[in-house]
């Protein structure tokens, strides 16, 4: 059996490398070895877990401490938005026992962060749907809310400053952008959520597809060194390479969220040099699959599907 999961998990990140030649091929391999590829499907262990879903070219984490689950975008390729979220992210969540999402947050509406959202509310209760509401006229984002309003899911706008107290433990903030601030179509990137999750002494920042100036001002009242967990911006791209902005953080781990053999080359080279020389350790989706990270007891631990 062992043998065999090999041949199939050799056999979908062959696939997986020509997904954007091969959509109707991918879709195949999705339905039929999803399963088999999640990483450590099981129930929930962990005081505090984070999973970072192998969404292909994109970004989707679930978050879960103390009875309550928060989902971080949910992915979306180029020519079927909703294909990951369908047959990975969901029936992850699912595999979990989970029923239902306390918490989905969109860092920006980009396809491949905002595109399997749309399934995610279709199918999944969700007790609320959080978004920064400064896109000016963005129709992804418009749809999106619309959809959650016929689904009767309350939309919360928010912005830096913001805090959900999930428990006496656990926490999100949310550190950028600033409420004022409006993006247009071009920079929605520049407008992404970033969000900082507090759970005991353990904290873990997610950073969407921040770049440019944003980037300083998202951690200007942050801690930095007290970030345990860095998810690297824009899925470790080379232009949002910053030295400076690396300097300020002392993570145990940096994950980068990307596709395997993406046509934008990300992560950038020296992006990854970095992190190796400052000896992080480095997760990456499109190498090693989902990445689970567990916090129990005061003690942090990692798992991937490869």
Not at 169 to 185: D, L, N, Q, R
Not at 201 to 208: A, E, F, I, N
């Amino acid at each position: 059996m062992l043998k065999s999961m090999k041949k199939i998990d050799r056999a979908y990140k062959r696939a997986r490398s020509k997904t954007m030649r091969a959509a109707a091929l991918l879709l195949v391999l999705l339905a039929t070895f999803t399963i088999t590829l999640w990483p450590n499907s099981r129930e929930l262990t962990g005081d505090f877990e984070a999973i970072f879903l192998d969404v292909g070219q994109g970004d989707s984490v679930l978050i879960c401490a103390d009875g309550k689950a928060v989902l971080v975008d949910a992915g979306g390729l180029p020519g079927d938005s909703t294909l990951m979220a369908e047959q990975v992210v969901i029936p992850y969540i699912k595999s979990l026992g989970l029923d239902h999402l306390d918490m989905v947050f969109n860092t920006h509406p980009d396809n491949d962060h905002i595109g399997g959202l749309f399934a995610v509310l279709d199918e999944l209760p969700v007790t609320e749907l959080a978004v920064f509401d400064g896109y000016e006229d963005n129709q992804k984002q418009q749809q999106l809310i619309q959809l959650a309003e016929t689904k009767q899911v309350p939309v919360n706008a928010v912005a830096a400053g913001d805090v959900f107290q999930f428990s006496d433990k656990f926490s999100v903030e949310v550190i950028a952008p600033e409420a004022e601030k409006t993006f247009g179509e071009d920079d929605v990137n520049n407008g992404s959520l970033v969000l900082h999750f507090s759970y005991q002494d353990l904290d873990l920042l997610t950073t969407g597809d921040l770049v440019g100036s944003e980037m300083d001002e998202a951690i200007a009242d942050l801690d930095c060194a007290d970030i345990e967990v860095l998810q690297l911006p824009h899925h470790g791209s080379k232009n949002s390479y910053d030295e400076d902005w690396y300097a300020e953080f002392d993570p145990e781990a940096v994950i980068i969220s990307c596709g395997l053999d993406n046509s934008y080359g990300h992560p950038g080279k020296n992006v990854v040099e970095y992190w190796q020389n400052e000896g992080a350790d480095i997760y990456r989706t499109d190498y090693q699959g989902s990445c689970r990270i567990i916090y129990t007891d005061g003690k942090l631990s990692f798992e991937t599907a490869a």
